[in-house]
């Protein structure tokens, strides 16, 4: 079946122009995790989605960051006058929290990577 | 939050067994151990999970004492192929925002 996609998979803006990033999680997950990845880094944890919760926004680095899940399925994150140290591979993952814990692993996408210039 | 400590580097050689220990000393009752697996350019894929005891999947083994502040990944038998950077998360699954990865352990498997 497929998996998560991500969209575009790679993205250069300038400084101080906003972006959108896309994911599309596996069909009926309930829950979508976007994580940030630098060059060389582990990944750094952003906002969380589950069901019709309210979203985990506790990794947004700043204001410049939000997102959205539509639909409980396809999310986009934005991130509004980039900065340069916003470049890296933001990673989008999601899992089916409904399935018990045999069905807790994150299945992640490919990512979409960042370069600000 | 459970804070995980691992190596950041390993080296190994074809056919050999790599163990691979993550320190999680302030782990919660709810907190399951998860291990992934990343190759360069790749997002992270599952590699195994587990709450105590052992647990064997066709990939991996995962041992957890009864403590529960530790976890081992043994990976049998390693080829080139498992090189790769391996992350331990610890961390109650249906608290999303709160599942933190660490830097991970960084294998490299020599012929």
């Known amino acids: 079946g497929a998996g998560v996609s991500q969209s575009p998979s790679n993205k250069v803006t300038e400084k101080g122009k906003d972006v959108e990033l896309r994911c599309d999680p596996i069909s009926g997950h309930t829950a979508l995790y976007w994580y940030r990845q630098s060059l060389g880094q582990g990944l750094e944890f952003l906002i969380y989605?589950?069901?019709?919760?309210?979203?985990?926004k506790s990794g947004l680095p700043s204001d410049r960051f939000s997102a959205e899940r539509t639909g409980g399925s396809v999310s986009t994150l934005t991130i509004q006058r980039t900065q340069q140290e916003d470049s890296a591979v933001y990673l989008c993952?999601?899992?089916?929290?409904?399935?018990?814990?045999?069905?807790?692993?994150?299945?992640f996408g490919p990512g979409t990577r960042l370069t600000v210039t | 939050l459970a804070k995980t400590t691992q190596p950041i580097s390993m080296d190994s050689y074809e056919g050999q067994e790599v163990n691979i220990t993550c320190s999680h000393n302030n782990i919660a009752t709810n907190d399951y151990i998860t291990w992934y697996q990343q190759f360069p350019s790749q997002g992270p894929r599952f590699i195994i999970q587990g709450y105590k005891t052992k647990v064997t999947n066709e990939v991996a083994s995962l041992f957890i004492p009864a403590d529960r502040k530790s976890s081992t990944l043994s990976l049998p038998r390693v080829s080139l192929s498992d090189t790769a950077v391996y992350y331990c998360l610890v961390g109650d699954p249906l608290k999303g925002g709160k599942l933190i990865f660490g830097q991970g352990t960084e294998l490299s498997v020599k012929p």
């Open positions: 993952a999601s899992s089916n929290l409904a399935g018990g814990p045999s069905s807790y692993e994150q299945y």
């Open positions: 989605f589950q069901g019709n919760s309210a979203p985990d």
